[in-house]
């Protein structure tokens, strides 16, 4: 059973910080890429950052130069600070993450945290 525990969530002023983690946890061989998502109220959830295993990273055009994502891999927690945040950046963040769960597996599982809320004030 994975699971991904998402935390850091909250509430901060336009052009504030906060640093969400992610934590997960479960007998598989391996997290490969892992990243986060969010979804606003009446949107479609969309990409905001990845990291491979490697510390290759990708972001959306949204959020460059404002967010960085980075890992752990000895904890299997990957972060998101998130820097000079705007009102369109409120959204629930979601970590995600793909599972290779058995050495021998041929494809890879995606698992998804509950999601923490991030409020941005004006």
């Known amino acids: 059973q994975v699971q991904l525990v998402e935390s850091g969530g909250g509430l901060v002023q336009a052009g504030g910080s906060l640093r969400l983690s992610c934590a997960a946890s479960?007998?598989?061989?391996?997290?490969?890429?892992m990243g986060w998502y969010r979804q606003a109220p009446g949107k479609e959830r969309e990409l905001v950052a990845t990291?491979?295993?490697?510390?290759?990273?990708n972001y959306a055009d949204s959020v460059k130069g404002r967010f960085t994502i980075s890992r752990d891999n000895a904890k299997n927690t990957v972060y998101l600070q998130m820097n000079n945040l705007k009102p369109e950046d409120a959204a629930d963040y979601y970590c995600?993450?793909?599972?290779?769960?058995?050495?021998?597996?041929?494809?890879?599982?995606?698992?998804w945290g509950q999601g923490t809320q991030v409020t941005v004030s004006s």
């Open positions: 479960g007998s598989v061989f391996r997290f490969n890429t």
């Open positions: 995600s993450a793909d599972v290779r769960t058995t050495a021998w597996a041929t494809r890879l599982t995606t698992y």
């Open positions: 990291i491979t295993g490697g510390g290759n990273t």
